[in-house]
Nanobody, 121 residues
């Protein structure tokens, strides 16, 4: 499967952005989807994931209550609605797939190219 992330940009503190991850070349509903992010000088970190049906999601503590991950298995697209953005959310955001629901980066085998999110204070 190939992944194409989009939707990043510049937001002010407290603002919102919506990321999209479009998948092609596979059966989208077979894949567990996740978002990771990497800030300058830091390691890539888990942000959120979602199971095949979209009914189960998992978030890292720092984004709980602010970010919402969803998916549309008809449009073959996963989304991340990001509200109440903070400067510490500034990073390149990557979507990825894994064979099972996990936070572990090494278990994700397909990655999108990343989309930059910058939050100004």
């Amino acid at each position: 499967v190939q992944l194409q992330a989009s939707g990043g940009g510049l937001a002010q503190t407290g603002g919102s952005l919506r990321l999209s991850c479009a998948a092609s070349g596979g059966t989208f509903s077979d894949y567990l989807m996740a978002w990771f992010r990497q800030a300058p000088g830091k390691e890539r970190e888990f942000v959120a994931n979602i199971n095949w049906s979209g009914k189960n999601t998992l978030y890292t503590d720092s984004v709980k209550g602010r970010f919402t991950m969803s998916r549309d298995n008809v449009k073959n697209t996963a989304y991340q609605q990001m509200d109440s953005l903070q400067p510490e959310d500034t990073a390149v955001y990557y979507c990825a797939t894994a064979p099972r629901l996990t936070r572990v980066l090494d278990e994700y085998d397909q990655w999108g190219q990343g989309t930059q999110v910058t939050v100004s204070s």
